[in-house]
């Protein structure tokens, strides 16, 4: 039977400078979504990368005394270095700077040339350099940039438009017709009462004022300006042929199941983006999901607030399914997320180390202790057993609908949910009194296995979010029985196996003496 198919996307980095925890949260997100979806059965593909044109990575570059190639070059490892630091499993990394990209690119910008979509004007606004945007007078939020709140210029120069206005109507009633497109809900609302239903204006796709982009083929001092060039990486690193010519890649994954964006540049792949693939004639990507922020604290990050966190220093100090864990679990689904120190060692202390990493360790070390870490049929079950058992096994319908709804926070909570059980069932069963009478001896088995059951059940569920965690407790329960179909019953540690020795997943850290230690007392 031929497998279901899955494409996911990130955003591509933008490579005027090295990504934040709040950029790298996003592909951990994807991450933990196309691996459930792998975990599933389907056909994943997740395709990230960066976008590596525009006016400010050639000012940057020049400052740098390096030409922008050899600029995003570096840039660009950087970013995948980040990316794999944090244990992603994309299937493809693009570039933006591909010749075969910008080849395409400029054939596509032709084609809505000549069909009359796009035509030769004036842009005469306020241009925010570091957002490479011309707002309005009216768009301005204290005279300043609306996204970024830096100064703008008065600027004017000879340009091409997409006319976005030709297809508003046909984009709202689009929207209204798929209530999915969009979520969450309320950066659909925002869209549409904010943009879409005042009226689109007509979208400058070109400039002349620098040169680091992709030339418009018949008219060369213009380039291609970035909205043309970075959302079409979607289609053309899968192969897309605006002559009709589209490869067996871009035939089988496309439409996109999910486009993952960030909030703050949701607005051009919910606008420009699907205008774009109407012009050419595509399909729509099924949904686009707006996520939220990770703010430092209160505030968001940023280089002049001197508040930015990267994951590989994260990563360094506290390893990578820790950050992993942090990033998913507590960034909500719809509303913006906070990290600190501080809270990232509560963390790691109350439910890593505490919850998941004491339950492994003192159950296996009770099975080296009673049976000599062979795991033992159960044979003498009771009522209470039930109540752990239903939990587990509930467990995978609960995380599959979560995660089918993209709440991911809420879906690694039902598989800890799991792992709380079992302490609470520890509590309730007292394996160390059952210990000391010989005659239940087959009831202190049943009680073990239940919990290395329910052990390895959570760790099948972990694979997504903590890929590491879980495969070190699988290791420790001497197990390969990693699979979804493990989860229909309750008897997935074959008997007579021998578990290795338990090894401490996650180490309590000393609050105070940790952040004395990164200079934050």
Known sequence: MEKKKYYISTAISYTSGKPHIGNTYEVVLADAIARFKRFLGYDVYFQTGTDEHGEKIELKAKEQGIEPQKYVDDMSLEVRRIWDVMNTSYNRFIRTSNPAHKEMVAKIFKKLYDQGDIYKGKYEGLYCTPCESFFTESQLVDGKCPDCGREVHAASEEAYFFKMSKYSKWLEEYIESHPNFIEPESRKNEIMNNFIKPGLQDLCVSRTSFSWGIPVSFDEKHVIYVWIDALTNYITFLGYDVDGNSGE?????????????????????????????????????????????????????????????????????????????????????????????????????????????????????????????????????????????????EAKSKVIEKMDNLKVAEAIDEIFEIFRRCNKYIDETMPWALAKDESKKDRLATVLYNLLEAIRQGAVLLQAFLPDTSKEILRQLNTDNHFLDSLDEYNGMDYGIKLNDPKPLFVRIDKEKKLEELNLK
């Open 249 to 393: 890649q871009f035939n089988k994954f496309w439409p996109a199941d999910l486009h993952l964006i960030g909030k703050d540049i949701l607005r051009f792949h919910t606008i420009y983006w699907p205008i774009m693939l109407h012009a050419l004639g595509l399909e729509m990507p099924k949904k686009i999901f707006g996520h939220p922020w990770i703010l430092c604290g209160q505030d968001k990050m940023s280089k002049s607030k001197g508040n930015i966190m990267y994951a590989d220093d994260l990563v360094n100090e506290f390893g990578v399914d820790a950050v992993r864990y942090y990033l998913l679990h507590e960034i909500p689904f719809a509303s913006d997320g906070t990290i600190t120190y501080d809270l990232l060692i509560e963390r790691i202390n109350s439910d890593l180390a505490n919850v998941l990493g004491n339950l492994v360790n003192r159950t296996i070390s009770m099975s080296k202790k009673y049976f000599d870490g062979v795991v033992i049929e159960p044979k003498e079950k009771e009522s209470i057993d039930d109540e752990l058992i239903n939990v587990v096994l």
